[in-house]
């Protein structure tokens, strides 16, 4: 981590920072953890945090919770809030899934999902963070009219990512959002240049 990253590591991470441990199942309180009772966002795999920051600024009365496991990232989202001034953030490191298994049902926002690693090679497309079994439990923490929202440039990946997100009864495709979302700093970089972007969103039912 840059000295910036890790001075805002240092001080944020106690307050706004918790580990996912393998094999923990004690419920998370989401109201404890951010202070009190709003609508929570769950982002998996939130890279350098720039959008993150960004919908978390623009959107004050929701929670952002977000999972990594890139340390520079965590870094970089935690100095993001405290520059921005931001108390709607808290940043979780580990296994997202791990994580998930502590979110009572039907009690997140939102869940989203951007860029995720596309596992190219057919031997490797179990890996997948979208699939049938991580889709339903990720749906079930949703609540009744949460929207699950999956944004990747891999073209066969968005072709399996829809095929698995319609295939699931309790979620209801939307439109497209009128006015998208912050891009990314993969996005911001060029990193998906001449590739489409496909973003998918869900509606749980």
Partial sequence: MSSRHADAHAALWPRYGMT????????????????????VVLEIGFGMGDATAAMAAADPGRGYLGVEVHTPGIGNLLALSRDLGLTNVRVACGDAMQLVHRIAPGTLDAVHV?????????????????????????????????????????????????????????????????HGRPETKFERRGAVAGRPISDLRYERS
């Fill in 20 to 39: 996912v441990e393998d094999g923990d199942r004690s419920p998370l309180d989401l109201v404890a953890l951010f202070g009190r009772e709003i609508p």
């Fill in 114 to 178: 951007f860029f995720p690693d596309p596992w190219p090679k057919a031997r490797h497309h179990k890996r997948r963070l979208i699939q049938p079994g991580n889709v339903a439990l990720l749906r079930e923490r949703l609540r009744p009219g949460g929207v699950f929202h999956c944004a990747t440039d891999w073209p066969e990946y968005a072709v399996a990512m829809a095929e698995t997100l319609d295939a699931d009864p309790g979620l209801r495709r939307l439109a497209a959002m009128p």
